[in-house]
């Protein structure tokens, strides 16, 4: 009766939508002050100027990746999608970013998976830019269409269409 509560088990699902993972301004990559994210070169998403600092899941998929500094979701189509907070947040310990997910949990889009402190990071002189990308869009992505505006967080943005 008082024992450990279990973890409710969320089944994956197949959408291939994007919803913001932040509050704030929605950004094309060219835009991102670092060459590896502007030219695309990790792969393929957009950028968000947070406004906010709770953290939401951009996608329906399984948690395949987590550091303080960032945080990678598969979906059922094998889209994989990262979510980079900041530039060159790498090395900053105490992360700024505490995400309440683990590897091989699955999420749901939308679903609260962490807080950022983008104060401390902008302390530290870092850009509070944070990068959505679609890791594997060589191979894996057909179209992604993405709304560039001014976005609540858990907003639908758009959606990136597998091969």
Do not use: C
Not at 68 to 87: K, N, S, T, W
Not at 129 to 152: C, F, G, H, P, W
């Amino acid at each position: 009766m008082f024992g450990r509560r279990k973890k409710q088990q969320i089944e994956l699902i197949d959408d291939p939508k994007i919803y913001a993972p932040l509050d704030g301004e929605v950004l094309d990559l060219s835009v991102v002050p670092d060459p590896i994210f502007a030219q695309k070169k990790m792969g393929d998403g957009f950028a968000i100027k947070p406004t906010g600092n709770k953290i939401y899941s951009p996608v329906a998929g399984s948690v395949i990746m987590k550091e303080g500094h960032a945080v990678a979701f598969r979906r059922l189509d094998g889209l994989e999608v990262l979510l980079h907070f900041g530039l060159d947040t790498v090395g900053l310990t105490p992360s700024p970013v505490r995400l309440k997910v683990a590897v091989g949990d699955v999420v749901e889009p939308g679903q609260e998976i962490g807080k950022a402190d983008w104060l401390r990071v902008e302390a530290k002189g870092l850009s509070i830019m944070t990068m959505v990308i679609l890791t594997n869009s060589s191979e894996k992505l057909e179209k992604l269409e993405i709304d560039y505006r001014e976005a609540q967080a858990t907003e639908l943005l758009g959606e990136a269409i597998a091969k």
